[in-house]
């Protein structure tokens, strides 16, 4: 059976970094859990799946805002852990061979080189201004706002957006 979860009604805790241990106000509890989003680009705060070790769904939480402030929280670490995805803050470098691009960038986690293979389907512009970035090894980085990116670094995203 699965439980959805509307809000107040349970209590979630941190375990080990990306599981959530996790307590019913009708006592009934389940530990490990870990936390999923349905809509990972478009709606991380709403439709978080918690699986089981088997990968089992055991509950949904249908919107993380009607949760207790605590229990919020629980839940926003767990899943900053796993879908942790480094920003962009600048472009260094971008160079091309062979049809294979490779980007020198600056993120919030330091400076990093990666491959681009294809620049039309790995640079998505979403609804909201933000631009995620698949590399060749299906690493995603984000950049929350291109307005945000110095003008050396507009100017060489620009012919890949």
């Given amino acids: 059976m699965i439980h959805f979860i509307e809000g107040p009604e349970v209590k979630l805790t941190v375990n080990d970094g990306i599981f959530l241990d996790v307590e019913f106000a009708t006592g009934e509890s389940f530990e490990m859990l870990e936390p999923h989003c349905l809509f990972p680009i478009s709606g991380r705060n709403k439709y978080i799946v918690l699986l089981d070790s088997e990968g089992e769904q055991v509950a949904i939480i249908r919107d993380i ?3 207790l402030p605590a229990s919020k929280e629980a839940l926003e670490s767990c899943l900053k852990e796993y879908y942790m995805m480094p920003r962009i803050l600048r472009f260094i470098e971008m160079s091309e061979k062979f049809k294979i691009w490779m980007w020198t960038c600056e993120t919030d986690r330091g400076i990093i080189t ?5 620049h039309i389907t790995a640079v998505k512009p979403l609804y909201d201004g933000r631009i995620l970035i698949k590399d060749a090894n299906d690493n995603r ?5 291109i307005n945000q990116l110095d003008k050396k670094s507009r100017k060489m995203l620009a012919p890949k957006i």
Avoid at 141 to 145: A, F, K, R, S, T
């Fill in 114 to 118: 990666f491959e681009i293979r294809n």
């Fill in 141 to 145: 980085y984000e950049i929350p706002d």
């Fill in 65 to 67: 805002e009607q949760l």
